[in-house]
């Protein structure tokens, strides 16, 4: 195997597609006679289709209606305002409900290049906020008993290759260090108490790390949102935004339009080309899920025992959780440079998982969906105004807390009730070169975060 010492990373990912391509399985063998293109989640909680006449005027109006925007509205509404919320689609059809569910208590600055140039003092501050958007999300579904399956079971980051387990344990002590949270190294020896594969070079454990029912917990908020007193409108897309002087906007949809005092753009991995500002500096990435039938009983104790979130140290992840009940596996990865079919995504995401796990290879996909996350160009979530128009963006595949809180943290500057919050609101919002160069052609904009991945050097000293 030492000719894989002087392969470069490409040579070693065609190798690893070859393999993917001769595992695959007939479709048969594979999709579940139930099969369908729609989130796991949304069995339990679909998303909602609200066509109720528009308001003709509110204090705030919020564009999209993920977990971001409902917040924002939530906690509008808790200060007094009147409060609409519009979107494009379906009433949570975004990301929020598609997402991994996974509830980070702000390991993701800690553990990529986002912290790179970023200076110590506000990193720490960065960090300190990740972590109480973690205690936020706790605090906000035990306060309102909102029905989101939160379970805090930890999160396991294996390392793809040793040198990547010798970078993990030192992020891990930074991680430690700024956040207090608890972590632990696994060495390799000791992985299969963690997770039942040898595909991982050890990796660290996170204590305070949840996952949560992604649709249930939109259910909540928007319940929420509306028992505060704030209207849900869908299929209301934001087509333009007027400045009226002093007095406020006029938004114009879709359906309508509405004045509003104030505006909050909450639309992360779907920013479209309403506004210039944020479609330069947001690159909308599509990530790919899959989810499987019920596994084969005590097989989940065996391939993750402590029912974990796991994800690894390699750019394009892999990130998989049992199901709230532990009954399924759930597997997201991007299969592919190019956007792909959802189908021909399910197909790619097997084969990844069975290298993870070789005991899932009979196991049939049930549900393969697919969700955008917003990129930035720094790899930081942004909170801020421009124009006098709010936003809160970015939150680069780690949103599930994060934008819950950014969403509520942007209200009461944008109230004028506080000065503008936190780590998230300052600094420039960079332009991403990617995020430009995909409004040109999304394959395009993909490729060169695929490429910036690529770059990076990841060679497997595994194969050697
Ligand atoms: C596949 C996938 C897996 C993920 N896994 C995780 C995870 O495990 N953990 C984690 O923390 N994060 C994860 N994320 C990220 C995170 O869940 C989401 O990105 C986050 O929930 C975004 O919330 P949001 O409210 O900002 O945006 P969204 O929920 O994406 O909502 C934006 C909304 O804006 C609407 N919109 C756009 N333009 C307009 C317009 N002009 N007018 C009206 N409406 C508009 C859209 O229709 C959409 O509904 C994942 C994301 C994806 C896609």
Same mark, same amino acid.
């Given at each position: 195997?030492?000719?894989?010492?002087?392969?470069g990373d490409e040579?070693?990912d065609?190798?690893?597609?070859?393999?993917?391509?001769?595992?695959?399985?007939?479709?048969?063998?594979?999709?579940?006679?139930?099969?369908?293109?729609?989130?796991?989640?949304?069995?339990?909680?679909?998303?909602?289709?609200?066509?109720?006449?528009?308001?003709?005027?509110?204090?705030?109006?919020?564009?999209?209606?993920?977990?971001?925007?409902?917040?924002?509205?939530?906690?509008?509404?808790?200060?007094?305002?009147?409060?609409?919320?519009?979107?494009?689609?379906?009433?949570?059809?975004?990301?929020?409900?598609?997402?991994?569910?996974?509830?980070?208590?702000?390991?993701?600055?800690?553990?990529?290049n986002?912290?790179?140039?970023?200076?110590?003092?506000?990193?720490?501050?960065?960090?300190?906020?990740?972590?109480?958007?973690?205690?936020?999300?706790?605090?906000?579904?035990?306060?309102?008993?909102?029905?989101?399956?939160?379970?805090?079971?930890?999160?396991?980051?294996?390392?793809?290759?040793?040198?990547?387990?010798?970078?993990?344990?030192?992020?891990?002590?930074?991680?430690?260090?700024?956040?207090?949270?608890?972590?632990?190294?696994?060495?390799?020896?000791?992985?299969?108490?963690?997770?039942?594969?040898?595909?991982?070079?050890?990796?660290?454990?996170?204590?305070?790390?949840?996952?949560?029912?992604?649709?249930?917990?939109?259910?909540?908020?928007?319940?929420?949102?509306?028992?505060?007193?704030?209207?849900?409108?869908?299929?209301?897309?934001?087509?333009? $935004?007027?400045?009226?002087?002093?007095?406020?906007?006029?938004?114009?949809?879709?359906?309508?339009?509405?004045?509003?005092?104030?505006?909050?753009?909450?639309?992360?991995?779907?920013?479209?080309?309403?506004?210039?500002?944020?479609?330069?500096?947001?690159?909308?990435?599509?990530?790919?899920?899959?989810?499987?039938?019920?596994?084969?009983?005590?097989?989940?104790?065996?391939?993750?025992?402590?029912?974990?979130?796991?994800?690894?140290?390699k750019r394009n992840?892999?990130?998989?959780?049992?199901?709230?009940?532990?009954?399924?596996?759930?597997?997201?990865?991007?299969?592919? $440079?190019?956007?792909?079919?959802?189908?021909?995504?399910?197909?790619?995401?097997?084969?990844?998982? $069975?290298?993870?796990?070789?005991?899932?290879?009979?196991?049939? $996909?049930?549900?393969?969906?697919?969700?955008?996350?917003?990129?930035?160009?720094?790899?930081?979530?942004?909170?801020?105004?421009?124009?006098?128009?709010?936003?809160?963006?970015?939150?680069?595949?780690?949103?599930?807390?994060?934008?819950?809180?950014?969403?509520?943290?942007?209200?009461?500057?944008?109230?004028?009730?506080?000065?503008?919050?936190?780590?998230?609101?300052?600094?420039?919002?960079?332009?991403?070169?990617a995020?430009?160069?995909?409004?040109?052609?999304?394959?395009?904009?993909?490729a060169l975060y695929t490429f910036d991945d690529l770059w990076s050097g990841r060679v497997?000293?595994?194969?050697?």
């Open positions: 195997m030492a000719v894989f010492d002087r392969m040579n070693l065609w190798l690893a597609s070859c393999h993917r391509r001769c595992t695959m399985r007939s479709d048969t063998l594979l999709f579940h006679d139930d099969f369908r293109v729609a989130p796991y989640w949304w069995d339990a909680a679909p998303p909602e289709t609200v066509r109720d006449a528009l308001p003709s005027e509110v204090d705030v109006l919020i564009v999209g209606s993920g977990y971001c925007g409902l917040s924002a509205a939530a906690e509008a509404a808790r200060l007094g305002a009147s409060v609409a919320v519009l979107d494009a689609a379906q009433i949570g059809a975004g990301g929020s409900t598609r997402s991994g569910g996974m509830v980070s208590s702000g390991q993701k600055l800690a553990l990529t986002a912290i790179r140039g970023v200076p110590a003092e506000r990193l720490g501050r960065l960090m300190r906020e990740s972590m109480a958007s973690f205690d936020y999300l706790k605090r906000l579904i035990a306060d309102e008993s909102l029905d989101a399956d939160l379970q805090i079971t930890g999160r396991f980051f294996g390392a793809f290759t040793p040198r990547h387990f010798e970078r993990l344990r030192r992020q891990g002590d930074l991680l430690h260090d700024k956040t207090g949270v608890t972590v632990r190294v696994v060495p390799r020896a000791d992985q299969h108490a963690v997770i039942g594969s040898d595909y991982y070079y050890g990796g660290i454990l996170v204590d305070e790390y949840g996952g949560l029912h992604t649709a249930k917990y939109h259910r909540a908020l928007r319940e929420l949102a509306r028992r505060r007193g704030a209207s849900l409108h869908s299929h209301a897309g934001v087509e333009r $935004i007027e400045r009226n002087g002093a007095a406020g906007f006029t938004v114009h949809a879709t359906r309508g339009k509405i004045e509003a005092k104030h505006v909050l753009v909450a639309t992360n991995g779907y920013t479209g080309r309403l506004l210039p500002f944020f479609s330069r500096r947001v690159l909308p990435v599509a990530s790919y899920q899959i989810a499987t039938e019920p596994l084969p009983p005590g097989l989940m104790a065996v391939l993750n025992p402590g029912r974990r979130m796991i994800s690894d140290s992840l892999f990130y998989t959780r049992p199901s709230p009940d532990g009954t399924r596996m759930l597997f997201g990865s991007r299969p592919a $440079i190019r956007e792909v079919s959802e189908r021909d995504a399910a197909r790619m995401l097997h084969a990844k998982m $069975i290298e993870l796990w070789p005991a899932l290879r009979d196991v049939r $996909i049930t549900h393969a969906w697919k969700g955008y996350v917003a990129m930035t160009g720094d790899k930081l979530a942004h909170i801020g105004a421009q124009d006098g128009i709010h936003y809160a963006l970015g939150c680069n595949g780690n949103g599930v807390a994060l934008m819950s809180y950014l969403g509520a943290r942007v209200v009461k500057p944008m109230l004028g009730l506080d000065a503008m919050p936190g780590a998230f609101g300052e600094g420039a919002f960079p332009v991403s070169v995020g430009m160069a995909s409004r040109l052609s999304v394959p395009v904009g993909t497997r000293a595994a194969l050697s």
